[in-house]
């Protein structure tokens, strides 16, 4: 079945950082791709979005790239701030079906 | 907008009662969606609803667990009789019915069954 894979944190930066989480899946046919975040207490939102191969989805200074020959959506930002940390998770949206699949999430802590 | 609105917003309860959660989509949108955080497990689809009609109900964990859709703006999620398994952070999500649609999540209700 379709399953999402993203690489286990947590992950501890500092402010300015570069960061870098790694995303890849397994779906049969074309899935939608996303990432959301979890900010303490609250319930995900989407972050950014991409539909098709090689779109580029950015939001926010973050970004990620659908890369099929690789199955890999990884989400990146230049320069973290404190602001930042909070829980990252990569989904796909099963070809022709409305149903998302979540990875385990990765916490993200930036420090000052 | 108002967003997603669940309620209650936090929970506790003794094992054995009976536990209704409570949401409202976003106006508009068609199809609505109960998840469940746990650490062990992550998180976990338990049903959606399209138009009021449950689509995929196969996330429900056992006969306990029972959701509705009477209309469009507002589902219930029960839990009967609840044990302290089922404690976790409840998620109501809707989106407009489409594939690649974003979900919009609620802030969830924080369960916990001693």
């Known amino acids: 079945g379709n399953s999402v894979t993203q690489m286990e944190g947590p992950v501890t930066l500092s402010e300015e950082a570069f960061l870098t989480i790694n995303c890849t899946y397994t779906?049969?046919?074309?899935?939608?791709l996303f990432w959301y975040v979890q900010y303490p207490g609250e319930g995900l939102q989407l972050l950014l979005k991409?539909?098709?191969?090689?779109d580029k989805g950015s939001n926010k200074g973050f970004e990620a790239t659908y890369r099929k020959e690789t199955t890999s959506f990884h989400l990146e930002k230049g320069s973290v701030q404190v602001s930042d940390s909070a829980v990252y998770f990569c989904?796909?949206?099963?070809?022709?079906?409305?149903?998302?699949?979540f990875g385990k999430g990765t916490k993200l802590t930036v420090n000052p | 907008d108002a967003g997603v609105i669940q309620s209650p917003r936090h929970e506790v309860t003794e094992m054995g009662q009976e536990v209704t959660l409570r949401c409202k989509p976003i106006s508009g949108h068609n199809s609505l969606f109960w998840y469940r955080q746990t650490m062990m497990r992550g998180l976990e689809l338990l049903i959606y609803f399209n138009n009021n009609v449950p689509i995929d109900d196969s996330g429900m964990p056992e006969d306990r667990f029972s959701a509705k859709m009477p209309n469009a703006s507002f589902s219930t999620l029960k839990i009967q009789p609840s044990e302290p398994r089922d404690s976790a952070v409840y998620f109501c999500a809707s989106s407009w019915r489409g594939f690649g649609e974003t979900q919009y999540f609620g802030p969830g209700t924080r369960l916990l069954v001693l």
């Open positions: 989904a796909l949206s099963e070809g022709g079906s409305e149903k998302l699949v």
């Open positions: 779906a049969t046919g074309y899935p939608s």
């Open positions: 991409a539909t098709k191969a090689d």
